[in-house]
């Protein structure tokens, strides 16, 4: 029987391990849900953990932008300084 539940435990939760996520793509969500019961089983303690995943640029896709705009910025100064 499962009951709702408003407190956590007194001795609180813990867990360990390693826990290994496969290769995830900007937009996919990863779940998993957590189960557990008190000391005397009268209560179900249940929650859900679900992990959203967004794109991040790569440092070499930062370096190649900033190289281009050096490059930009140094052929704008060149025509100003032969227009002068």
């Known amino acids: 029987m499962i009951q709702n539940c408003c407190t956590s435990p007194s001795a609180g939760f813990s867990t360990a391990g390693t826990y290994h996520f496969g290769v995830l793509n900007a937009g996919d969500v990863f779940g998993f849900v957590i189960r ?19 794109a991040v640029p790569e440092p070499e896709t930062f370096a190649l932008a900033a190289a281009g705009l050096g490059v930009l910025v140094s052929a704008r100064r060149r025509r100003t300084a032969l227009r002068v």
Request: neutral net charge.
């Open 36 to 54: 557990g019961r008190n000391a005397d089983s009268t209560a179900v303690l249940q929650g859900k953990l679900d992990v959203s995943v967004s």
